[in-house]
């Protein structure tokens, strides 16, 4: 056996996995080993680089394909929003408040959670360009987060269920942002590996990566809130140090976006900064879902585009899977970030065909359901009902950033 054999990687990873809870508390019972056994090693993890990797080059495909001849790949990857934080890596926040000619306040910078621009920046030191920065953060995110909700799904249910849940999120309409200047790849990640983390009980590890999460979206608040219903679901198991470890990473995680909003409104001079910012710059207010319910009304009772038709079924779609995980006993860590999130979601005013986009991050919920119900189906049964969703979701994605010519 040569040293670098798997079978003697997973033979190291016993030994420290072992170890860990011994030495230092901060491991529950569910070790690193039995995780790496039930997801394959190294073939099983391999796989899931393949699927994952198969569906970004057909992403690819689609779009190179639907472009029309005046803009590249790359361009259609980097438009609206990736232009943003581009500028905020490059340049930084703004002193306050910005206004266009007539004196009318427009959106800036400080709409953008930092993690992301930084990132951008710290790569861009390497690539000497900032755009080539972008595009080489969010690849590698996207590849992370499909290997993290594999192990997510390994973790919770089985390897198949796993694989499922993998292609179910990295495939649906939108998941072309999983390859976009966009904080989707990066935030699906941190989400994934938070969850990973906390029922592995990897406290310091949960906190570390969500705390990441929190500074890279908004909805970064129901990561957590996860954290907080995960340590609550594992309180009476605990030790008093890995209590202790277990509170912090919750509360850093909770604390950290809304310490970021205080940023923006110490910067400025006004508490509610952020907000007036998201407002004048995207109209995003919380309505507690009229506008959502406005336009499914609308949808339903008139003659609907596409666009409009598949917005409005992923949305019924998403709520309705949703309240199917709650009654199937999903893992409240899992519900609760979910839930959160979707009411986050359909709760905001803003462009309703950002709605999808948005909702990338909730499929993680709303497709577990799905992908352990495909678990009990036969095998070649599930992979056509699979290949279908991925084929659909992969051209719906293209078109809507190389034919569709509004913002995502």
Known sequence: MSEGSPERIEGAVRIVSARLPERTGLAGPTTSASLWSRAGGLAGIALAVCIAATLRVVQLLFIYWLSPDDRSVDERLLIWDGGWFINVAEEGYPDGYTYNGQGIRVGNGFAFFPLFPFLIRTVALITGDFRAASLIVAGACGMAAAVLIYLLGVTLWSRFSGYALMVLVCAQPMAVVLIMGYTEPLFLALVAATLLAAHQRVWWLAGLVGLGAALTRPTGMAVGLALAVSVLLKWRDMAVRER????????????????????????????????????????????????????????????????????????????????????????????????????????????????PRLLVPVLLLAAAPVARALAEVPKRVSVALLGLWAAFGLWFGAHMITIWPFTI
Request: glycine letters at 12%; a negative charge; proline letters at 1%.
């Open 244 to 355: 202790v470890w277990a509170s912090s990473a919750a509360a850093i995680t909770l604390l950290a976006g809304p310490l970021y909003l205080a940023w923006v409104g110490w910067q400025v001079g006004e508490w509610d900064a952020w907000f007036k910012v998201q407002t004048a710059g995207w109209g995003s207010t919380f309505d507690f879902g009229d506008s959502v319910v406005t336009f499914l009304s609308n949808t339903l009772s008139g003659e609907a585009g596409l666009i409009d038709s598949v917005t409005t079924w992923l949305i019924i779609g998403t709520v309705v899977l949703c309240l199917v995980a709650v009654f199937d006993r999903i893992w409240g860590a899992l519900l609760a970030f979910g839930l959160l999130a979707l009411v986050l979601v359909i709760g905001q005013a803003g462009y309703w065909h950002s709605k």
